[in-house]
């Protein structure tokens, strides 16, 4: 195999940056997917020099998503693995209050986004015989989803749906899809949540706190190593003690 090449969607993410710390010894490059200017992201690439690559992409827009892939392909280094990370906003919201405008933005963040991303760069790992996808999702597709998520719970199931779908057509090819699903995580992604409904998950979890982001990003860097090459179509689930 030749270089190794790690796209990182969300890289701007919590999630993202303590990845990138995990990893960034494996491979040749780290392209890092941001939609602004990003404290963290600019001390790695200070750090990292030529070795990170950021790209910035707005998956809200169609057509700057497009552009976000041709970007990719102007710097000549086209990805051998792939996290994908992006979700819309994680808040409480009643189905009843909600629209489709909100279940559409959550759809074209996480699943159209990764769509476009792997209709472009999933032959070239087939052709190379060799990739590894790595996709977040959420305890929400391995048990009873909690109420007033209705949109995210939507996009993620239809996260979890390409996996599958992906990791059955491409499995002869080398290619190893796979999902991680975390029950919550303490991290900026729950700034729209409420307080007490943070405190009331990690009460109710048998460690007595909610997952850190260091529970999690072992098993992404376990999928995107050779070590998980009999694994594909997997919904790996993070339960912190909990039974799913």
């Not at 909690?146 to 990791?167: E, F, R």
């Not at 090819?173 to 995580?185: D, E, L, Q, W, Y």
Request: aromatic share 8%; with cysteine.
């Amino acid at each position: 195999m030749g270089k190794k090449i790690l796209l990182i969607t969300g890289a701007s993410s919590d999630v993202g940056d303590n990845l990138i710390n995990k990893v960034y010894k494996e491979f040749d490059y780290i392209i890092a997917h941001h939609i602004g200017d990003n404290e963290n992201l600019l001390k790695w690439k200070e750090k990292l020099g030529e070795k990170l690559i950021l790209i910035k992409g707005n998956f809200l827009d169609e057509s700057d998503t497009y552009k976000f892939v041709e970007d990719i392909k102007n710097t000549g280094k086209i990805p051998t693995h792939i996290v994908h990370l992006p979700a819309g906003k994680y808040e409480n919201i009643k189905f009843s209050k909600m629209n489709w405008e909100k279940f559409n933005t959550d759809i074209n963040i996480a699943v159209r986004s990764l769509v476009i991303i792997l209709n472009e760069f999933l032959p070239v790992m087939a052709k190379n015989k060799y990739g590894k996808v790595v996709v977040m999702l959420t305890s929400c597709t391995t048990n009873i989803p909690p109420k007033y998520v209705s949109s995210y719970v939507t996009s993620k199931y239809a996260l979890l749906g390409l996996v599958k779908a992906l990791a059955n057509e491409y499995a002869d090819k080398g290619i190893r899809i796979n999902g991680v699903s975390p029950t919550m995580m303490e991290t900026k992604f729950l700034k729209n949540i409420p307080e007490l409904i943070v405190k009331q998950n990690a009460m109710n979890s048998p460690t007595g706190t909610n997952l850190s982001i260091d529970d999690v990003t072992p098993m992404f860097e376990f999928l995107l190593s050779d070590k998980s090459d009999a694994i594909t179509g997997q919904n790996i689930a993070i339960t912190n003690g909990n039974l799913m």
